[in-house]
């Protein structure tokens, strides 16, 4: 059976095959960083010495094999695969795997350009840098900007927030807290300015080929569609619980398959009354 999803599970292999060998690699040498990484972080000054590969190689690559590198890959890859799924099936395998490299090398411009203005704004400041970043979450941002476009209202559980907040009011809070805590020293280790330069470059490019796209036309007024919306939620309301649950079972069992379309009156309806939609 085909995999609904074949570029985000390759994608989340190759990072996962990348820790693995950083892993082994490491425990040969743990008094140094392991040959893999020397090689595929990201610094300007790697990139001024003619480490042209880095802006790509970099989002491949994790935090060390130490403290919290478990929770920076899990976190990362688990994040692919919740919004990786709907966004390749809505955009197909060409325009995903665009989205996730642009993503990537927009995380790694915000990055040095960050790195440009610490140095003062010179180019000399900008080459004698060494701070180096690594880590997918530039390029999986922009996935979750992307997603934010293509269903805002979507509702997300975000940590710490108790409750569902819409999506794309939930990146435009991420972005602004992402800005608020480049001025904290204490999480200087966190790569702020690429989480921003990702996500802002998922949503530009998620919104032009939304625009592009042909829309549907709008065929019903808002009261014929409240009425319809009505007459759906009353007749799933007078069927008996074993009626409900076969066509509650059916629906589910039919969306799991990462086919995504839009939802039936009588679909949302049934949605509702299982508390899965509000």
Same mark, same amino acid.
Do not use: C
């Given at each position: 059976?085909?995999? !609904?999803?074949?570029?985000?599970?390759? &994608?989340?292999?190759?990072?996962?095959?990348?820790?693995?060998? =950083?892993?082994? @690699?490491?425990?040969?040498?743990?008094?140094? =960083?392991?040959?893999?990484?020397? #090689? %595929?972080?990201?610094?300007?000054?790697?990139?001024? =010495?003619?480490a042209w590969w880095e802006p790509f190689?970099?989002?491949? @690559?994790?935090?060390?094999?130490?403290?919290?590198? *478990?929770?920076?890959?899990?976190?990362?890859?688990?994040? %692919?695969?919740?919004?990786?799924?709907?966004?390749?099936?809505? *955009?197909?395998? +060409?325009?995903?795997?665009?989205?996730?490299?642009?993503?990537?090398?927009?995380?790694?411009?915000?990055?040095?350009?960050?790195a440009w203005w610490q140095g003062g704004?010179?180019?000399?400041?900008?080459?004698?840098?060494?701070?180096?970043?690594?880590?997918?979450?530039?390029?999986?941002?922009?996935?979750?900007?992307?997603?934010?476009?293509?269903? !805002? =209202?979507?509702?997300?559980?975000?940590? !710490?927030?108790?409750?569902?907040?819409r999506a794309s009011r939930a990146v435009?809070?991420? &972005?602004? *807290?992402?800005?608020?805590?480049?001025?904290?020293?204490?999480?200087?280790? &966190?790569?702020?300015?690429?989480? &921003?330069?990702? %996500?802002?470059?998922?949503?530009?490019?998620?919104?032009?080929?939304?625009?592009?796209?042909?829309?549907?036309?709008?065929?019903?007024?808002?009261?014929?569609?409240?009425?319809?919306?009505?007459?759906? #939620? @009353?007749?799933?309301?007078? %069927?008996?619980?074993?009626?409900?649950?076969?066509?509650? +079972?059916?629906?589910?069992?039919? @969306?799991?398959?990462?086919?995504?379309?839009?939802? #039936?009156?009588?679909?949302?309806?049934?949605?509702? +009354?299982?508390?899965?939609?509000?």
């Amino acid at each position: 059976m085909k995999h !609904p999803a074949p570029v985000t599970r390759a &994608i989340i292999f190759g990072n996962i095959g990348v820790a693995v060998l =950083d892993v082994l @690699l490491t425990l040969k040498s743990p008094s140094s =960083d392991s040959a893999i990484r020397q #090689t %595929l972080s990201l610094s300007a000054a790697n990139l001024f =010495d003619g480490a042209w590969w880095e802006p790509f190689t970099y989002m491949w @690559l994790h935090a060390p094999p130490i403290g919290f590198w *478990l929770t920076h890959i899990l976190f990362n890859m688990l994040t %692919l695969s919740i919004f990786g799924k709907p966004m390749e099936a809505r *955009l197909g395998p +060409r325009r995903f795997v665009a989205l996730y490299l642009v993503g990537g090398f927009a995380a790694a411009a915000a990055f040095l350009g960050q790195a440009w203005w610490q140095g003062g704004g010179t180019l000399a400041g900008l080459q004698a840098n060494t701070q180096e970043i690594e880590g997918a979450s530039g390029a999986v941002l922009a996935v979750v900007a992307a997603f934010a476009v293509y269903f !805002p =209202d979507a509702r997300l559980f975000i940590f !710490p927030f108790p409750f569902p907040v819409r999506a794309s009011r939930a990146v435009r809070v991420f &972005i602004g *807290l992402s800005i608020a805590m480049m001025f904290i020293p204490a999480l200087s280790f &966190i790569g702020h300015s690429a989480h &921003i330069g990702g %996500l802002l470059a998922g949503f530009f490019l998620a919104r032009a080929w939304h625009q592009a796209a042909p829309q549907p036309p709008v065929l019903v007024s808002k009261v014929e569609r409240g009425m319809e919306e009505m007459a759906a #939620t @009353l007749a799933v309301s007078q %069927l008996n619980e074993a009626e409900f649950l076969v066509e509650v +079972r059916h629906l589910l069992g039919e @969306l799991g398959k990462g086919h995504w379309r839009p939802l #039936t009156s009588r679909e949302r309806a049934l949605l509702r +009354r299982a508390h899965l939609l509000v």
